[in-house]
Antibody, heavy 122, light 108 residues
Framework: EVQLVESGGGLVQPGGSLRLSCAAS????????MSWVRQAPGKGLEWVANIKQDGSEKYYVDSVKGRFTISRDNAKNSLYLQMNSLRAEDTAVYYCARVAYDILTGYFIDYWGQGTLVTVSS | EIVMTQSPATLSVSPGERATLSCRAS??????LAWYQQKPGQAPRLLIY???TRATGIPARFSGSGSGTEFTLTISSLQSEDFAVYYC??????????FGGGTKVEIK
């Protein structure tokens, strides 16, 4: 069974930093692209970042470029999101997600963790 | 950026009735579209990918159709557990992913 368990969320002041972690199990972690997706309270879903299997490619939504860094440790089956210079608008539940590949249509998210809440407030 | 627009924002349906949800892309995304279901306090769950392929374990009452810029998710006979928020997502522009704003399916 695929399991993704996020941790590291909490309350942080504007301008502060936080590091989220995601522990993966039930699949060969090193074989999959991984993503972070967030959801502000009462709002919709927003893709944040993707990372390739070996960490050699990373992509970000414009609003977090230069502030957030996605990384992974395949030996530990773990995904990370380092968030710096946090703003109030970064307040959201952050989901770790696995990316599947279909030969006909390409890459899409197939499994999600339960999420961890990040609140940016003074 | 590809903008995904879902309609209606809220759909009121009686149990056993059919629900039809729409998703429109600002430019063609071919068939690279997924649908997700999200219940309160839960993570999203993949329902459909490739615009029309049901994910593993998804009941046959869920079906997806469309290509290019117009897509539809149909729930043929709503069950109590289907009342939730549904999101479409394009992945034609991979690695950038964009979601629609969601459609809430509520009990009429």
């Amino acid at each position: 069974e695929v399991q993704l368990v996020e941790s590291g969320g909490g309350l942080v002041q504007p301008g502060g930093s936080l590091r989220l972690s995601c522990a993966a199990s039930g699949f060969t972690f090193s074989s999959y692209w991984m993503s972070w997706v967030r959801q502000a309270p009462g709002k919709g879903l927003e893709w944040v970042a993707n990372i390739k299997q070996d960490g050699s490619e990373k992509y970000y939504v414009d609003s977090v470029k230069g502030r957030f860094t996605i990384s992974r440790d395949n030996a530990k089956n773990s995904l990370y999101l380092q968030m710096n210079s946090l703003r109030a608008e970064d307040t959201a539940v952050y989901y770790c997600a696995r990316v599947a590949y279909d030969i006909l249509t390409g890459y899409f998210i197939d499994y999600w963790g339960q999420g961890t809440l990040v609140t940016v407030s003074s | 950026e590809i903008v995904m627009t879902q309609s209606p924002a809220t759909l009121s349906v009686s149990p056993g009735e059919r629900a039809t949800l729409s998703c429109r892309a600002s430019q063609s995304v071919s068939s690279n579209l997924a649908w997700y279901q999200q219940k309160p306090g839960q993570a999203p769950r993949l329902l459909i990918y490739g615009a029309s392929t049901r994910a593993t374990g998804i009941p046959a009452r869920f079906s997806g159709s469309g290509s290019g810029t117009e897509f539809t998710l149909t729930i043929s006979s709503l069950q109590s557990e289907d009342f939730a928020v549904y999101y479409c997502q394009q992945y034609n522009n991979w690695p950038a992913l964009t979601f629609g704003g969601g459609t809430k399916v509520e009990i009429k």
